[in-house]
T-cell receptor, first 115, second 116 residues
Framework: DAKTTQPNSMESNEEEPVHLPCNHS???????IHWYRQLPSQGPEYVIH???SNVNNRMASLAIAEDRKSSTLILHRATLRDAAVYYC????????????????FGQGTTLQVKP | GAGVSQSPSNKVTEKGKDVELRCDPI?????LYWYRQSLGQGLEFLIY????????KSGLPSDRFSAERTGGSVSTLTIQRTQQEDSAVYLC??????????????FGSGTQLSVL
């Protein structure tokens, strides 16, 4: 799987929007961009994923650059509950390869939300 | 059940003992994954199953680690002759399948293993 680069940490104020960046300059055409987050003392949870177009769901929005070399996870109004480690992951597919399937997590971005 | 279930939630063992960690995936999910997370670290991939077979065991740290899955459902991760460096949270996840790279993973809450 191609590598992603994220800032180690970010801070936000409660009820303000948060933009979490991710660089993935070696992304291939079949790689999906996935975001997961891990709240303290919990397993990771799925946030959103996309391929080329921007995506919205009840949790967040995903803005994907036109060249797909970067993306941004947008939390529209941060709450204290959004304090977590956010992981940006590329998931590719290699037919007939043992690389198919596994999701490789990097160090992620630790988001602190201040009241 | 509604989500991925792992047991036990906490396990304290003595160095040199064997431990078994269990994962019950979401019903109908054919893919199952094991990860390890040491204190303050990111997730380390260990192994994944598609059905009962494990196409990728590349992440298992040593031959003391093994995993099996039976009936396409429950999986057991076994650590033999535990060492202190095995102390970590062991996380299990499942997904509907593995072939589609848009599939999302659902994680359990993990088993906190402490080796004294």
């Amino acid at each position: 799987d191609a590598k992603t680069t994220q800032p180690n940490s970010m801070e936000s104020n409660e009820e303000e929007p948060v933009h979490l960046p991710c660089n993935h300059s070696t992304i291939s055409g079949t790689d999906y961009i996935h975001w997961y987050r891990q709240l303290p003392s919990q397993g990771p949870e799925y946030v959103i994923h996309g391929l080329t177009s921007n995506v919205n769901n009840r949790m967040a929005s995903l803005a994907i650059a036109e060249d797909r070399k970067s993306s941004t996870l947008i939390l529209h109004r941060a709450t204290l509950r959004d304090a977590a480690v956010y992981y940006c992951i590329l998931r590719g597919i290699l037919y007939g390869s043992s690389n198919t399937g596994k999701l490789i997590f990097g160090q992620g971005t630790t988001l602190q939300v201040k009241p | 059940g509604a989500g991925v279930s792992q047991s036990p939630s906490n396990k304290v063992t003595e160095k040199g003992k064997d431990v078994e960690l269990r994962c019950d995936p979401i019903s109908g999910h054919t893919a199952l994954y094991w990860y390890r997370q040491s204190l303050g670290q990111g997730l380390e991939f260990l192994i994944y199953f598609q059905g009962n077979s494990a196409p990728d065991k590349s992440g298992l740290p040593s031959d003391r680690f093994s995993a099996e899955r039976t009936g396409g459902s429950v999986s057991t991760l076994t650590i033999q002759r535990t060492q202190q460096e095995d102390s970590a949270v062991y996380l299990c996840a499942s997904s509907l399948g593995v072939i589609e790279n848009s599939e999302k993973l659902f994680f359990g809450s993990g088993t906190q293993l402490s080796v004294l």
